[in-house]
């Protein structure tokens, strides 16, 4: 079985597009560009001191995030993860008590989203 060449060929056939699937779904999946999108609102929001609106906008974030939590959780399961999560709760409270400290943990999601929200992300 094992000299058959053409078995060998079928099998890693499979596992690439197995691969190529597993990989085009948790991209589709993952709300990458409505994180991005909720994050520069937040941020614009501060900037104008516009508390309320930046409220809203965490609220906003907080749903996208509960409602992927286990497809991210699924893709990610590294300290990048633990970080993230560490990062949004700390904005969750700058925000909520309108701290200016919420733009600093803003470019921190912002620039782990490509570790986090990637399919098949580096450590």
């Known amino acids: 079985m094992f000299r058959n060449m053409e078995m060998r060929y079928k099998?890693?056939?499979?596992?690439?597009?197995c691969f190529l699937v597993l990989w085009i779904a948790f991209e589709k999946a993952l709300p990458k560009n409505e994180?991005?999108?909720?994050?520069?609102?937040?941020e614009k929001s501060i900037n104008n001191k516009n508390w309320t609106e930046a409220k809203?906008?965490?609220?906003?974030?907080?749903?996208?995030?509960?409602n992927n939590k286990i497809i991210i959780r699924t893709n990610n399961a590294t300290e990048a993860m633990a970080t993230f999560q560490n990062t949004l709760g700390q904005l969750y409270i700058s925000v909520e008590y309108e701290?200016?400290?919420?733009?600093?943990?803003?470019?921190?999601?912002?620039?782990?989203?490509?570790?986090?929200l990637e399919?098949?992300?580096?450590p």
């Open 99 to 116: 701290q200016e400290a919420a733009l600093e943990y803003i470019g921190a999601l912002k620039e782990s989203l490509d570790w986090v």
């Open 35 to 42: 994180f991005a999108l909720c994050l520069n609102n937040i």
């Open 56 to 66: 809203k906008s965490t609220e906003d974030l907080k749903k996208i995030y509960e």
């Open 11 to 17: 099998i890693m056939l499979t596992w690439v597009l």
């Open 119 to 122: 399919g098949f992300s580096a």
